[in-house]
């Protein structure tokens, strides 16, 4: 069976590790982060955990529901009851959401059994010669060579990794990500003004979205959420993070109408937050000839479910092309 390396421990390369080992492959993966997840990691906030990264696993076809809830009898995800509100506390309908069990980087732990995982290995080249492909690390010690590799980072990120294919490199160029700022608090005490409502967003100069963390299922005390809209946070994206921390905290106890001291809080910078505009492919990204691929969110439909959706369809050019079989569990 080949040997199938994997750059990036997100729900793509989670996605399709899981695909390749069911059919058989032997499947590293590369993670630059201590752990897995990319956009859905998870971190502890004192003794809490919460989501830094997606707060719910959101799609909207039936398929992936379906994906989702084949997890929900495994106990690795649970449905999340909300209750909504915008930000001037108009109560909005309420919504199911999908989360993590526990947190939302277990989803992605789960899907990686059978790989072997690589984490705080930040690779830095990807290349195609006679002998397979190889990768090297950031500084530029050869790791190993693989029968193939599939870059499944973010757009920005990928884009060095595909050197060796300039029309992927290009493509990847061509999608547009947003940046954003997250901070999260710990209480001791819940803040008045959020009793009865769990997610707040809509219409905020500042706020994209408010989340109590500790209302999702197993969760306990209390742990606030602040997620900034992208064009305040792209103002402020090479600030220092303990006054932008401050001044996140201000702004939340002027929208809160008290000022509640957090026991502990964090922040956090995602450069590449999401995909705004996708490079809108209607094929995956496989080259046959160099055994060089990609997969993500950027690749065709933006969101956690396109980036599924690219590792799947990647998933079964590999699998035909190297002719392994197995289907998605």
């Known amino acids: 069976m080949p040997r199938i390396a994997i750059i990036g421990a997100g729900i793509a390369g989670a996605t399709l590790a899981n695909r390749l080992t069911y059919s058989g492959v032997t499947v590293d993966l590369f993670e630059k982060s201590r752990g897995t997840g990319g956009r859905l990691a998870s971190t502890r906030v004192g003794q809490l955990s919460a989501d830094l990264g997606a707060p719910y696993l959101d799609g909207c076809s039936s398929e992936f529901e379906r994906f989702l809830n084949s997890f929900v009898e495994k106990g690795v995800v649970e449905t999340w009851r909300t209750t909504r509100s915008d930000f001037d506390l108009n109560q909005q309908e309420s919504i199911d959401y999908k989360i993590g069990a526990g947190r939302n980087s277990l989803f992605t732990r789960e899907l990686l059994k059978g790989a072997t995982l ?7 080249v990807v290349w195609s010669d006679k002998q397979g492909v190889l990768i090297r690390d950031d500084q530029g010690y050869l790791i190993d060579y693989f ?16 050197e060796t294919s300039p029309r992927f490199a290009h493509r990847a160029d061509q999608a547009a990500t947003s940046a954003n700022w997250i901070a999260l608090f710990q209480f001791d005490k819940r803040p008045s003004r959020l009793d009865g409502v769990s997610v707040i967003e809509g219409e905020h100069p500042e706020f994209y979205r408010i989340i109590v963390e500790s209302d999702k299922p197993g969760r306990e005390g209390v742990l606030i959420r602040v997620e900034m809209r992208e064009s305040w946070s792209q103002s402020h994206i090479d600030d220092e993070r303990e006054p932008l921390l401050q001044m996140i905290e201000a702004m939340l106890a002027d929208w809160l109408g008290e000022s509640l001291k957090p026991s502990t809080s964090k922040i956090h910078r995602w450069l590449y937050s999401r995909t705004l505009q996708s490079a809108q492919l209607t094929q995956p990204l496989w080259d046959a000839e160099l055994s060089i691929g990609a997969c993500g969110d950027w690749i065709n439909e933006p969101g956690l479910e396109g980036a599924w959706k690219s590792a799947n369809e990647l998933a079964d050019v590999i699998i035909d092309s190297f002719g392994a079989g197995g289907n998605l569990s």
Request: aromatic residues 0%.
């Open 147 to 162: 029968d193939a590799v599939v870059v499944a980072a973010p757009a920005p990120q990928a884009v060095p990794l595909l």
């Open 118 to 124: 690589h984490t705080e290995t930040r690779i830095g």
